[in-house]
Nanobody, 121 residues
Framework: QVQLVESGGGLVQAGGSLRLSCAASGRTFSRYAMGWFRQAPGKEREFVAAISWGRLRTYYADSVKGRVIISRDNAKNTVYLQMNSLTPEDTAVYFC??????????????WGQGTQVTVSS
């Protein structure tokens, strides 16, 4: 069992940066790939980025590639999402998830409650 708690969201102006964190509890954290998804009002949850358990592989959505970096610290049971050059289109609730390395939400077993990111123009 893994419990996930996101933090680091907030209000930022367009062009700004935020770093999201996701703290995991449970001894098996390092066994799972970790992903970030986001969901804007009225839209489906969409993939943002994922990182394998050994940090050897990372996946990014085309919409964030070059602006976002996913990383993890298994010693701290934490995964990060550094987001730069933010635009209003990045406004959403951001969720972290633990499970299989996948672009789809169905590939993940555990989910956090989400953290709101709002980018003003």
């Amino acid at each position: 069992q893994v419990q996930l708690v996101e933090s680091g969201g907030g209000l930022v102006q367009a062009g700004g940066s935020l770093r999201l964190s996701c703290a995991a509890s449970g001894r098996t954290f390092s066994r799972y790939a970790m992903g970030w998804f986001r969901q804007a009002p009225g839209k489906e949850r969409e993939f943002v980025a994922a990182i394998s358990w050994g940090r050897l592989r990372t996946y990014y959505a085309d919409s964030v590639k070059g602006r976002v970096i996913i990383s993890r610290d298994n010693a701290k049971n934490t995964v990060y999402l550094q987001m730069n050059s933010l635009t209003p289109e990045d406004t959403a609730v951001y969720f972290c998830a633990a499970g299989n390395m996948d672009y789809l939400p169905e590939g993940y077993l555990y989910w956090g409650q989400g953290t709101q990111v709002t980018v003003s123009s």
